[in-house]
């Protein structure tokens, strides 16, 4: 699940057109929000490894190389858009809110109890954590 949200968080912005920042915001909502259920059970289905992370250095070790090679990834691409970034650093800034909105949000919503939509979800989460990293 998270190798697959992974692929298409980066599809979905390696294809974006238009504002970084609208682009970011609608690839976390397209990544985040579950349909279905078979993708709810996906997602539920990671809230233990979650919430396991602080406890296993090994698994807590493998997330934060996930999350630290899509950052570089996502910088490649954001770095690669017209207009996206105006240098590498500032290209930087913008894929670590990214990435870290995404990890935020995933490990606040398995901390809860709250469901895979609306308040409290993945993706609610996830944009609060972008606007707080990202400001306008």
């Known amino acids: 699940m998270l190798e697959i949200g992974a692929a298409r968080w980066h599809e979905l912005l390696a294809s974006a057109d238009g504002e970084a920042r609208a682009a970011i915001v609608a690839a976390i909502d397209e990544v985040l929000t ?3 259920a078979d993708a709810v059970e996906q997602m539920l289905g990671i809230r233990p490894l979650l919430r396991a992370l602080p406890d296993d250095t090994e698994l807590r070790a493998v997330w934060h190389r996930v999350n630290h090679d899509s950052e570089e990834l996502i910088c490649g691409i954001i770095a ?7 240098d590498r650093f500032h290209a930087r800034l ?23 939509i609306g308040a409290g979800s993945p993706a609610q989460l996830a944009r609060l954590a972008f606007d707080v990293l990202a400001p306008q």
Request: avoid cysteine.
């Open 34 to 36: 579950v349909d279905g």
């Open 80 to 86: 690669e858009h017209e207009g996206w970034a105006s």
């Open 94 to 116: 913008l894929a670590v809110a990214a990435t870290e909105a995404i990890r935020i949000g995933l490990e606040e919503w398995a901390a809860s109890e709250a469901g895979t």
